[in-house]
C-alpha cells in the first residue's frame, strides 16, 4: 500500500466540550431513573444543542415575570451570546467551580438546574455586557428580578471573574464599583459595600482565589489580596494582604492562608494560640 500524499483529504477535528457532555450523560441517567421528571430534565438539558442555549433557557424561566417574559429574556442572552460568546467559557468555569469545590455538588446539572448560585451569576454576567453596551434598563431590570428570585444583588457594574462559587447564593450583595479576581469563593451572607453616601470608586477590588466566609463584610475601597481568607462573621475594612487569614471585627491578620488556594480548598479552619476553631457557613 502506498502512502498517502500530502494532498490527501484529512477530516476536521470534532469540537470537545466535556462539561456538556457530562451534562447530557447525568441528565440521561436521572430520566432513567425517575421517569416522572423527565420532560423537565429534557427541557432543561437534552433538548438544546449546546451548554449556553441551555443555561439561556433555565436561568431566563426561573426570572420569568409578567413583565418581561422568559421569550424575550431568553432571545436577549442569545443576542448577548452572539456579540459576546467568551461569556460562555465563564458559564464552565463557574460550573466546574461549584462542581469542584461544594460537596453538596455530585453532578454538574445540580448546578445547571437547581443551585441559585449560579444562577444568579449568568444573570448578573448579561446584565453587564447590556449595561456596558449602553442598554441601562434592561441591566437593572435583571439585577431586580435577580435579586428578587436568587436573593443575590450583584450591581450590573459590577466586574467579577471567572470561576466564582456563590455557595448558597443567599443574601450577598455586591456594589457597583467592586471587582472579584478569578476562582473566588463566597458563602452566604456577604457584603462587598460601600462605606457611606459617597461616589465614586468605593467598592472592595477582591483578588485572585480568595475565600470569603458567611456573613463577612468588605467594605470600602480596599484590596483583598490574592489566596488569602476571611473569617466567617468579620468585618474588613483596611487592605488584606495576599496568602494571609483575617477575622474578627475589625479584622486582623490571625496567620497565614494556610494552603496556596483557599478558594479551591474551602479550608475554613484556623489555629489561634494553640486551639483550633471553626468558621459557621459550610456546605449543606
Same mark, same amino acid.
Given at each position: 500500500? *502506498? ?7 484529512? #477530516? ?8 456538556? &457532555? ?19 430534565? @429534557?427541557?432543561?438539558?437534552?433538548? @438544546? !444543542?449546546?451548554? &449556553? ?15 418581561? *417574559? ?9 443576542? $448577548? ?15 466546574? +467551580?461549584?462542581?469542584?469545590?461544594? /460537596?453538596?455538588?455530585? !453532578? ?10 449560579? @444562577? +444568579? ?9 447590556? %449595561?456596558?453596551?449602553?442598554? !441601562?434598563?434592561?441591566? %437593572?431590570?435583571?439585577? *431586580? ?11 450590573? +457594574? +459590577? ?16 456594589? &457597583?464599583?467592586? $471587582?472579584?479576581?478569578?476562582?473566588? *469563593? ?23 482565589? $480568595? ?17 488569602? !481568607? ?15 487569614? $483575617? ?8 496567620? /497565614?492562608?494556610?494552603?496556596? &488556594? /483557599? ?15 471553626? #468558621? ?5
Amino acid at each position: 500500500m *502506498s502512502p498517502p500524499t500530502s494532498t490527501a483529504r484529512r #477530516e476536521p477535528l470534532a469540537a470537545v466540550d466535556p462539561i456538556w &457532555e457530562a451534562l447530557k450523560t447525568e441528565a440521561r441517567a436521572a430520566v432513567a431513573q425517575d421517569p416522572a421528571i423527565g420532560g423537565f430534565l @429534557h427541557s432543561a438539558i437534552l433538548a @438544546h !444543542r449546546t451548554l &449556553e442555549e441551555a443555561v439561556c433557557y433555565r436561568v431566563a424561566r426561573r426570572l420569568d415575570h409578567p413583565d418581561v *417574559s422568559a421569550g424575550l429574556i431568553e432571545n436577549t442572552f442569545q443576542d $448577548v451570546l452572539a456579540a459576546a460568546g467568551d461569556i460562555g467559557l465563564a458559564f464552565r468555569a463557574d460550573l466546574a +467551580a461549584v462542581y469542584d469545590r461544594d /460537596p453538596a455538588c455530585t !453532578r454538574y446539572m445540580d448546578a445547571l438546574i437547581y443551585f441559585k448560585g449560579f @444562577h +444568579a451569576l449568568v444573570a448578573h454576567r448579561f446584565a453587564h455586557w447590556l %449595561l456596558t453596551n449602553g442598554r !441601562r434598563d434592561f441591566a %437593572l431590570y435583571l439585577q *431586580s428580578q435577580a435579586s428578587k428570585t436568587f436573593s443575590v444583588d450583584i450591581n450590573p +457594574a +459590577a466586574r467579577v471573574g471567572r470561576g466564582i462559587m456563590l455557595d448558597h447564593g443567599h443574601g450577598i450583595v455586591v456594589g &457597583e464599583t467592586a $471587582v472579584i479576581g478569578d476562582n473566588v *469563593s463566597m458563602l452566604h451572607g456577604v457584603t462587598l459595600g460601600g462605606t457611606g453616601k459617597a461616589g465614586g470608586d468605593r467598592h472592595p477590588k477582591v483578588g485572585n482565589n $480568595v475565600l470569603i466566609g458567611a456573613g463577612a463584610s468588605v467594605l470600602g475601597n480596599i484590596k483583598i489580596g490574592d489566596c488569602s !481568607r476571611i473569617g466567617a462573621g468579620s468585618v474588613v475594612v483596611k487592605e488584606v494582604p495576599p496568602k494571609v487569614t $483575617v477575622a474578627g471585627v475589625p479584622a486582623k491578620v490571625i496567620g /497565614p492562608a494556610g494552603c496556596p &488556594e /483557599p478558594a479551591r480548598s474551602m479550608d475554613q479552619l484556623f489555629i489561634v494560640n494553640g486551639g483550633e476553631f471553626s #468558621e459557621a457557613g459550610g456546605g449543606i
